[in-house]
C-alpha cells in the first residue's frame, strides 16, 4: 500500500520569499512518481511537477522544485519567490508502476501568502 | 488544446435520488480516473477507467458506479444518494494506465454534488 504524508496543515509566507512544503511517502513499488498538485478554491487540480523515482536530478519548473531525498523517502515543494496568487491548498500524490496503480494523495498543506 | 470538461459544476440532489456525473478527458487521453474529495476524508479514489474497461476501483460501495464511451468519455453514477455523499468529484485524464509510466494526470475542475 502506498501512504502519503503532509505535515503542516497550513503555512503563512511573506510574498518574495521561499517556502518549503513537506511531503514523505511510503510505498513498496520498486518504481513510482511523485507529483505535487496545487488546488485553488476554485476547485481544479493543477499539475505543478513530477519526479520520478529514478531521476538522478531533482525536478524543476519554473518556481516549483522538489527536493528529492530517496533514502529519507521526502519529496518536499519548494517554491521560490512567493506570489499572493500562490494562496491555495497543495497536495503531494505518488502513483507506483506496479500493476494499474492509481494516485495516492496526501492531506495536503494549505498555503496563504501575504503581501 | 482543450482541458477535462466535466458537467455540471453544481448539483443539489435529495437524498434517496441518483445522480450521474460527466467527464470528458483531453483529446487523445484514454484513461480516466474519478476521486471523491471531502474535508474529513481528504482525496479518494473512486475508479479508473481505460479503453473502457474499468481497471481499478477504489473502497467504496457498490451504489458508486461508473462507465466509459468509446469516445473515452467517462460517467459516474452515485445511486440512493445520502448525506455523506456530498462531495466535490473530481475526474483526471492521463494518456495511458497501468505500469507503462509515471504518466501525470490532468483534472477537470469537479463536479460539486450536496445532497440534502
Known amino acids: 500500500a502506498q501512504k502519503i504524508t503532509q505535515t503542516q496543515p497550513g503555512m503563512f509566507v511573506q510574498e518574495k520569499e521561499a517556502v518549503t512544503l513537506d511531503c514523505t511517502y511510503d510505498?513498496?513499488?520498486?518504481?513510482?512518481?511523485l507529483f505535487w498538485y496545487k488546488q485553488p478554491s476554485s476547485g481544479e487540480m493543477i499539475f505543478l511537477i513530477y519526479?520520478?523515482?529514478?531521476?538522478?536530478q531533482n525536478a524543476t519548473e519554473g518556481r516549483y522544485s522538489l527536493n528529492f531525498q530517496k533514502a529519507r523517502k521526502s519529496a518536499n515543494l519548494v517554491i521560490s519567490a512567493s506570489q499572493l496568487g500562490d494562496s491555495a491548498m497543495y497536495f503531494c500524490?505518488?502513483?507506483?508502476?506496479?500493476?494499474?496503480?492509481?494516485?495516492?494523495f496526501g492531506k495536503g498543506t494549505m498555503l496563504l501568502v501575504s503581501p | 488544446k482543450a482541458g477535462v470538461t466535466q458537467t455540471p459544476r453544481y448539483l443539489i440532489k435529495t437524498r434517496g435520488q441518483q445522480v450521474t456525473l460527466s467527464c470528458s478527458p483531453i483529446s487523445g487521453h484514454r484513461s480516466v480516473s474519478w476521486y471523491q474529495q471531502t474535508p474529513g476524508q481528504g482525496l479518494q479514489f473512486l475508479f479508473e477507467?481505460?479503453?473502457?474497461?474499468?481497471?481499478n476501483k477504489g473502497n467504496f460501495p457498490g451504489r458508486f458506479s461508473g462507465r466509459q464511451f468509446s469516445n473515452s468519455r467517462s460517467e459516474m453514477n452515485v445511486s440512493t444518494l445520502e448525506l455523506g455523499d456530498s462531495a466535490l468529484y473530481l475526474c483526471?485524464?492521463?494518456?495511458?494506465?497501468?505500469?507503462?509510466?509515471?504518466?501525470?494526470?490532468?483534472f477537470g475542475s469537479g463536479t460539486r454534488l450536496t445532497v440534502v
Open positions: 519526479q520520478g523515482s529514478y531521476d538522478q
Open positions: 510505498t513498496s513499488d520498486p518504481s513510482y512518481g
Open positions: 477507467y481505460f479503453s473502457e474497461t474499468q481497471r
Open positions: 500524490a505518488m502513483r507506483g508502476t506496479s500493476g494499474y496503480s492509481t494516485l495516492t
Open positions: 483526471a485524464s492521463s494518456l495511458a494506465a497501468g505500469p507503462q509510466g509515471n504518466y501525470g494526470y490532468t
